[in-house]
């Protein structure tokens, strides 16, 4: 007897649900993507469908990172973004210096490396100092919103005018020139720059330290000798002969007294004839 198998329908798979997938509703809308002025175009500000403030995401290499700005304005968010961007910069060890080429992070770089130096006593901790305020104080606040590709003659040019507004000296200009192109050199040691831009120059008007004339510097120093004889005493030290070679070394060498006491005694250096003509 034959056993008739009964033929079954095949029942149709049902299609699951249409959902909104937490990816898609993630994923920034095409048209509120866009970059910052004068940013680089890695740095990026848009909306998703899953949230009602914008974001922003910086790309380095395969690393890409986001943050919810927490703002629903546009012009708030992209401040944000900039201030994202640079401590993104400054601070995260996770980003290469090879793949941000920003000029503030090779400033902070250098900045660093100059400070371990003056830890080890490499380099001046003065100098070290000096280079500090000067990106904190100008450098960095002009200079971070450019990529380094994009620092030129023309660039360099408008720092300059800026400081030239703000009433600085040609000689406070110069050393804060000198300190760009530092940084600049440093980023071609990092492979991240070809070669410096031209600079533009500054020039400086001679202003030559004041000297005495003869009868001034004899009434120095019979000054200086009064004041030995009369015991004269300077914050609670009295004034001796030493004091009185003193002042004429700093007269005959023109010495800041702020460099004086950088001086090193070297064999050969100063000679006994020196002192003679300084008595």
């Known amino acids: 007897m034959k056993v008739s198998a009964k033929k079954t329908a095949a029942t149709p798979k049902r299609k699951p649900k249409a959902k909104n997938s937490p990816i898609v509703r993630a994923n920034p809308i095409a048209s509120t993507l866009q970059t910052i002025h004068g940013y680089p175009d890695r740095l990026k500000i848009y909306q998703i469908p899953a949230s009602?403030?914008?974001?922003v995401r910086a790309t380095f290499g395969e690393r890409r990172i986001k943050r919810s700005t927490k703002e629903t304005e546009k012009t708030k968010a992209v401040k944000f973004a900039k201030q994202f961007y640079e401590d993104l910069l400054k601070n995260s060890?996770?980003?290469?210096?090879?793949?941000?080429?920003?000029?503030?992070?090779?400033?902070?770089?250098?900045?660093?490396?100059?400070?371990?130096?003056?830890?080890?006593?490499?380099r001046n901790k003065r100098f070290a100092d000096d280079l500090r305020k000067q990106l904190d104080h100008r450098i960095i606040p002009?200079?971070?919103q450019y990529n380094l590709k994009d620092i030129n003659y023309s660039?360099?040019?408008?720092?300059?005018?800026?400081?030239?507004?703000?009433?600085?000296?040609?000689?406070t200009i110069n050393r804060h020139l000198v300190?760009?192109?530092?940084?600049?050199?440093?980023?071609?040691?990092?492979?991240?720059?070809?070669?410096?831009?031209?600079?533009p120059s500054v020039t400086a008007k001679d202003n030559p330290r004041p000297w005495f004339d003869e009868a001034e510097y004899k009434l120095l120093k019979s000054k200086a000798e009064e004041a030995i004889e009369k015991g004269h005493t300077w914050k609670g030290v009295r004034m001796t002969e030493e004091m009185r070679d003193f002042i004429l070394f700093m007269?005959?060498?023109?010495?800041?007294?702020?460099?004086?006491?950088g001086l090193k005694r070297k064999r050969g250096c100063?000679?006994?004839?020196?002192?003679?003509?300084?008595?």
């Open 52 to 55: 009602k403030y914008w974001w």
């Open 93 to 122: 060890l996770s980003v290469p210096i090879k793949s941000s080429r920003s000029f503030i992070r090779v400033a902070e770089e250098l900045k660093e490396e100059h400070r371990q130096k003056a830890g080890t006593g490499e």
């Open 142 to 144: 002009f200079f971070k």
């Open 155 to 171: 660039t360099i040019s408008k720092f300059v005018a800026e400081m030239r507004k703000d009433g600085c000296s040609p000689s």
């Open 179 to 199: 300190s760009v192109r530092q940084i600049l050199k440093h980023a071609i040691k990092l492979e991240l720059l070809g070669a410096l831009p031209i600079f």
């Open 251 to 261: 007269v005959n060498t023109f010495l800041r007294p702020s460099d004086w006491y």
């Open 270 to 279: 100063l000679n006994s004839c020196f002192f003679t003509r300084l008595v």
